[in-house]
């Protein structure tokens, strides 16, 4: 029984799709952008980038810049679009300003609340508590 349980989980593990790929209806615009995962160390990495820190000694506090959080994750997981391409560029000055200037706040949180569950962070805590 160990064999084949060992065996199911093997096969489930080689043919998953390493970076799960997702199309996301955008109502506003009438079009699907399309995201995939990200993985643990560049997540970390945007974390990063937006901690910052107030106060000091025992009263210093991080906080992450929730809005620079999500638009640096959208810009690392869309496909489609391309938020490097030269006419957004050129019209904006950098990823993280277009995804701001276009896209609305409830966007932007939704996109990458989405790009974050198909990475493997659900906010399902009956998922986690099981």
Known sequence: MIDTRQSS???????????PKKDVRMKR?????QIQALDGKTIHRIQE???????????????LDEEQFG???????CLIPDWS??????KHGTPTE?????LLAGEIARLSA????ISGFDSDEDEIKN
């Open 85 to 90: 391409s030269k006419e957004l560029i050129d």
């Open 9 to 19: 989980v093997l096969q489930a593990l080689l043919s998953v799709e390493s970076k």
């Open 114 to 117: 989405e790009i974050l569950e």
């Open 49 to 63: 980038q937006c901690t910052h820190y107030t106060g000091k000694g025992p009263k210093r506090e991080k906080l």
């Open 29 to 33: 615009l009438g079009v699907d952008f």
């Open 98 to 102: 277009a995804i701001l200037g276009l």
């Open 71 to 77: 638009a640096l994750v959208i810009q690392k997981a």
